[in-house]
Nanobody
């Protein structure tokens, strides 16, 4: 059974930082590309960042480029999202996800993912 478990969310002031973690089990996470998505209140879920299985490739939504960094530790089956210079607009529930084949996407789509975690809430106060 595939499980993705996010952690690290919380309340932070604008300009602050948080690091999210996504622990994977039930699959060979080290061979899977992984993505982070987020869903703000009243909005659709959207792509944030993606990383290939060997960290050789990463991509980011324009809204987070230069502020967020995705990384992974395959020995721990964990993917991270370092979030710096946070803005109130970053307030959302953050999810990690992958598809059943661990595909790397140049264009990550919500409807292309097969496995999702339950999410972790990030709240950025002004």
């Amino acid at each position: 059974q595939v499980q993705l478990v996010e952690s690290g969310g919380g309340l932070v002031q604008a300009g602050g930082s948080l690091r999210l973690s996504c622990a994977a089990s039930g699959l060979s996470a080290s061979s899977y590309a992984m993505g982070w998505f987020r869903q703000a209140p009243g909005k659709e879920r959207e792509f944030v960042a993606g990383v290939s299985w060997n960290s050789g490739s990463t991509n980011y939504a324009d809204s987070v480029k230069g502020r967020f960094t995705i990384s992974r530790d395959n020995a721990k089956n964990t993917v991270y999202l370092q979030m710096n210079s946070l803005k109130p607009a970053d307030t959302a529930v953050y999810y990690c996800a992958t598809d059943r084949h661990g595909t790397w996407f140049s264009n990550w789509r919500v409807d292309g993912m097969d496995y999702w975690g339950k999410g972790t809430l990030v709240t950025v106060s002004s």
